[in-house]
């Protein structure tokens, strides 16, 4: 359709630029007189532009989610020359007196932008439960389901009526073990799937995004309405997050169609793809800084589940950690050059850490007693190296951290308040985070 | 009429007692626990109306945790739910009227029997066991394995209500040679010559239970996984190779080799004996590690081909007399399938994970049934049939608190799967040419979207709302051009001159056509006002009408 075309003429041209943004957001608003194709639009388009409303917004939270857990001997907790600490070496940062593994050279160089806690200790040492409850903040409590962390904070943090989706996950990979199983759960848990992610990447693609033929804007969204009012009693009388879910997909299908444009990979700036490339990791983490600076709030960016060493741990992480020091590097610089870290918070971490010593295929296997991840920018202390492990690394020394700590101190460095009451109805007491888990003073701005 | 209710009175009797006992035997928190405790539902006899036996274990799980069951459904719900479960699709009008025309108390007994002997519930129910045990592919993997005989196989099986377990034995020996049986190698040769996808497969689909991690490891949560377990599945078809004969696919396998070591976390290296859950274990000569076997012809039988030569000793063949055959979980896996499949979740949820870290909701109840189900020669149709005649799977699926869903005290919504789903628009909408809709194209491209079978939780996501919104081909079939039924409601006007309630009767034949249901008032009048307004355009007014209720979550569930 020419309406589609024009559409996507518009806003498929390269992001970035003031007079790009400009020329969108008039068209948004159904500004551009003179084509009568616009006009019959703007009941699908009459919201406001993207980045304003985004820069209104404030809070937002990139996770680099280093699924399969990589291994903190060769990242934020090196022992070089111990009998556990493996081959690499360790080089000093922009921190005096702290080093992290030499696979890291360019984040090394920022590490006085970064929040690392190297005293991480939890419980499930199994990929599923792991990941679970690392981004849930508690383990499972059947048949009652928690949100994600990032269903919670694309509803505190959000704005539901924003055209552009609020929770995104990146992930090109449909498979990945446990994660694939994870994947295939329920998300947004109790807060309803209108707070689950929209999904794209690999086999995950934003099709249908255009009008049908012979359909009238008008039509499209009054028969929406229609059909959305047909469900509500069916809604009402249905409880299961099946059901709810269902309706609530058809709400975002409208925001979906004008904001597939910001999706599209190839309209990134070539010199932005240079430096976060080559691979689908860091096209992604490219794509999450590009959906934060317009609108979106929590942006997950998996790519199946690499990190997962149980053979030849050694080799995997060379390949693997120079890739995220890369990304980590130039997303961290990026925002803080866009004065966007102060608004955005970005985490990098996994389920759990890697054994200290090594099996009989030179992988490291699970190890949740005591790992590293490590945060950047809104609400943190930046600078800061939290808790310690012994000089094997196989227990932490100095102030352990669990699951709901570090929760508490993400909620509060976001401004939420972190141990605020659930407001379901039938259901037992839940807080957004449990046994009243004090967050880490030290850690906080 | 006597004689069934002589056998509930019985089974009643049974129950009340073993039930009573069972709260009786439970050990005062101060006593030793050492107290043997006798299961009372071993004294349930087998054999019994798998019905009766059902409705009593759930009243009793309802009475224990103090929830009242909703209430029991009415004709039109019973009747578009059965028709979804057996055969897929919702009922026709005219198949409607028919049933709601009887009045005799038989008439639920009458159609469950009609519809799980009809041709559709074989093609039905051979496209939900295909995409459980063969999963979603691509159209060029669809038709190779409809060519090789594979859905074919499956439909006869059902057509013939074959005894589940003989069925899986054929699909697990893959030896089948005639035109009509080949199809069922198409299992194993599906997994591509990987014995290890092979494993993790069998054990998930055949014994209803996930040992994928028992890879690395012992499984850490459910300890009777164990990782020799996983190997010596791997073992049992890792002489297996795919071959291609003029007949079709088959496998091949070697009478050598196959024997391997695999570490456990503790660095120790184990051998790969040939054993599985349930402490199954078949003996095999397991030669010195600096033995170097040979081939040799006297260690196959003499006569068969040499393509698909038979070993003396197959550890296939062992595997599926040895393992599978009377294995427990075999009979335990398909019960507990068959009843998600009609009451939406397994007694066991998720389906695939019957071990011991997942407890059954009722455990004593899926224990008698799976044995009650072996008993029965495994008779699958006699347990779809118990199920739908139970009082939970005959219970409203409207609640209005939500209530943990274990308990059954109403009837769980089912999302419906792709085929059926697409099935159902095509019955509603009735198109001129329903072979332009109908092609394996669309079912593949539609299942890619909306794969779930049994899934733990289905959740919907936005590629399925942007389809149903703005797919061309959804936009189509619900269109006056296209849709039979739309074309003939247009014509409404033509008999009568009064528009309000020429309108009002098109409304209420658009819901009863695609929902099997009146309006309600308030439905009636949203429905009136989108036509009002749309005076002049009246064809895309029931277009939007259509589209609105077919997309509706009333229809896009089974409940």
Redesign the interface.
Same mark, same amino acid.
Not at chain 2, 455 to 472: D, K, M, R
């Given at each position: 359709m020419q309406n589609n075309h024009r559409l996507d003429t518009m806003l498929n041209a390269p992001c970035g630029s003031v007079d790009h943004r400009l020329h969108r957001r008039l068209f948004l608003q159904g500004s551009l007189a003179g084509a009568a194709s616009v006009a019959s639009f703007q009941s699908l388009f009459s919201v406001p532009a993207f980045a304003d409303s985004a820069r209104a917004q404030g809070k937002r939270c990139i996770l680099l989610w280093l699924c399969g857990a990589p291994s903190q001997f060769e990242t934020w907790d090196p022992k070089p020359s111990r009998p556990t600490g493996g081959p690499f070496a360790s080089i000093p940062t922009s921190i005096p007196g702290v080093h992290i593994s030499e696979l890291m050279p360019k984040t090394a160089s920022i590490m006085d932008k970064l929040t690392v806690v190297r005293s991480m200790s939890t419980e499930p040492s199994e990929h599923f439960q792991a990941i679970d409850m690392l981004t849930r903040g508690e383990p499972p409590r059947p048949p009652f389901t928690r949100p994600l962390m990032g269903s919670v904070l694309a509803k505190q943090l959000g704005q539901l009526d924003s055209p552009v989706p609020q929770f995104v996950l990146l992930d090109p990979c449909p498979e990945g073990n446990e994660f694939k199983a994870f994947k295939a759960a329920n998300w947004a848990g109790w807060l309803g799937a209108e707070y689950g992610p929209v999904r794209f990447g690999g086999k995950y693609k934003l099709e249908n995004v255009n009008l049908p033929n012979d359909l009238s804007a008008t039509d499209h969204s009054d028969r929406e309405a229609l059909r959305s009012f047909l469900s509500k009693k069916f809604a009402n009388d249905h409880k299961a997050a099946s059901v709810q879910s269902y309706n609530s997909v058809f709400e975002r299908v409208r925001g979906l169609m004008q904001a597939a444009p910001l999706f599209d990979l190839n309209a990134l700036p070539q010199a932005d793809r240079d430096r976060y490339g080559p691979g689908t990791f860091g096209m992604h983490a490219l794509l999450a800084r590009h959906l934060v600076e317009n609108g979106s709030t929590f942006v997950m960016v998996a790519n199946g589940m690499p990190w997962d060493c149980h053979v030849l741990n050694h080799e995997t992480h060379q390949m693997l950690v120079p890739e995220t020091d890369r990304i980590v590097f130039h997303l961290i610089n990026d925002l803080a050059d866009r004065r966007m870290l102060d608004d955005t918070l970005v985490l990098i971490m996994g389920e759990f850490g890697r054994t200290p010593w090594l099996n009989e295929a030179r992988g490291r296997d699970h190890y949740p007693k005591a790992w590293s991840m490590a945060m950047a920018g809104c609400g943190l202390k930046p600078g800061v190296v939290y808790g310690s492990t012994d000089e094997n690394g196989v227990e932490v020394s100095d102030r352990p951290l669990d699951q709901r700590r570090l929760f508490a101190t993400i909620y509060r460095a976001l401004g939420l308040d972190p141990h605020v009451t659930y407001d379901l109805p039938d259901f037992p007491t839940f807080n957004r985070v449990e046994k009243d888990a004090a967050p880490v003073a030290e850690l906080l701005a | 009429m006597l004689q069934p209710f002589v056998i509930s009175c019985v089974i009643f009797a049974a129950l009340c007692f073993t039930l009573q006992a069972q709260e009786a035997a439970q050990p005062i928190p101060s006593q030793p626990t050492s107290t043997v405790s006798v299961d009372p539902w071993q004294s349930i006899p087998l054999g019994l109306d798998p019905t009766s036996v059902i409705d009593l274990a759930l009243e009793d799980g309802w009475r224990t945790n103090q929830i009242a069951p909703v209430a029991p459904a009415d004709d039109p719900t019973f009747l578009r739910r059965i028709y979804l479960d057996l055969i897929g699709r919702i009922p026709r009008s005219d198949e409607a009227n028919a049933f709601l025309a009887r009045t005799d108390s038989m008439k639920r007994v009458a159609l469950i029997d009609s519809l799980l002997e009809s041709d559709e519930h074989s093609d039905h129910f051979a496209e939900v066991l295909d995409a459980i045990l063969i999963g979603r592919t691509d159209i060029d993997q669809l038709r190779r394995r409809t060519n090789a005989g594979w859905i074919a196989y499956l439909k006869r099986a059902i057509h013939d209500n074959r005894p589940w377990n003989e069925v899986a034995q054929e699909i697990l020996l893959a030896r089948s040679s005639s035109t009509q049986d080949r199809g069922a190698n198409w299992y194993l040769y599906a997994r591509n010559n990987k014995p290890q996808d092979i494993a993790e497969a069998v054990s998930k689909d055949f014994f209803g239970v996930r040992i994928?991690?028992a890879q690395?490891h012992d499984h !850490?949560?459910a300890s009777e996984i164990e990782q020799r377990h996983y190997w010596g599945l791997v073992a049992f078809f890792n002489r297996s190779k795919n071959v291609d004969t003029p007949q079709g696919p088959g496998l091949s396998e070697a009478a050598i080799g196959g024997f391997s070591e695999f570490?456990n976390?503790e660095?120790q290296s184990l051998p790969n004996e040939l054993v599985y859950l349930g402490n199954r274990r078949v003996e095999e000569t397991r030669p010195s590690k600096e033995t170097k076997e040979e081939e040799r012809d006297d260690l196959y039988i003499a006569s068969s081909e040499p393509a698909s030569r038979v070993p003396k000793f197959s550890r296939r063949e062992r595997f599926v007399e040895d393992v599978l055959k009377d294995h427990p979980l075999l009979s335990k896996g398909t019960v507990n399938r068959l009843w998600a499949w009609m009451l939406g979740r397994g007694l066991v949820h998720p389906v695939d994970a019957l071990d011991s870290y997942h407890t059954p909701s009722h455990p004593g109840l899926l224990d008698w049934l799976s044995r009650d189900f072996a008993k029965s020669g495994y008779n699958m149709r006699r347990l779809l049939r118990s199920l739908a005649l139970t009082r939970a799977y005959q219970l409203v699926?409207? %609640?209005e608190?939500?209530t943990?869903?274990?308990w059954f005290s109403s009837s769980?919504?089912k !999302?419906l799967t792709a085929e059926t789903l697409q099935r159902s628009m095509l019955v509603a909408m009735a198109p001129e040419n329903p072979e332009n809709w109908n092609k394996l194209e669309h079912r593949t491209s539609f299942a890619k979207l909306f794969p779930d079978v049994l899934? %733990? %939780?289905?959740?919907? =996501?936005? @590629?399925?709302?942007?389809?149903?919104? =703005?797919?061309?081909s959804i =936009?189509e079939l619900v269109s006056v051009k296209h849709s039979g039924f739309l074309k003939a409601l247009r014509s409404l006007h033509t008999v009568e001159n009064d528009t309000s309630a020429v309108d009002s009767t098109l409304v209420t034949q658009l819901f009863a056509g695609i929902l099997g249901r009146k309006p309600d008032a308030q %439905?009636l009048e949203?429905?009136l006002a989108?036509m009002s307004?749309r005076v002049e355009r009246r064809d895309?007014a029931i277009e939007?009408?259509a589209? @609105?209720?077919i997309?509706?979550?009333?229809f896009?569930?089974n409940?």
């Open positions: - | 994928d991690c690395c !850490p949560l570490s976390l660095g699926s409207t %609640e608190k939500f943990d869903p274990q769980i919504a !999302p899934a %733990e %939780e289905s959740i919907s =996501n936005v @590629s399925q709302g942007l389809l149903l919104t =703005n797919g061309p =936009n %439905e949203h429905c989108y307004r895309q939007g009408i589209w @609105s209720i997309t509706s979550a009333e896009r569930f409940h």
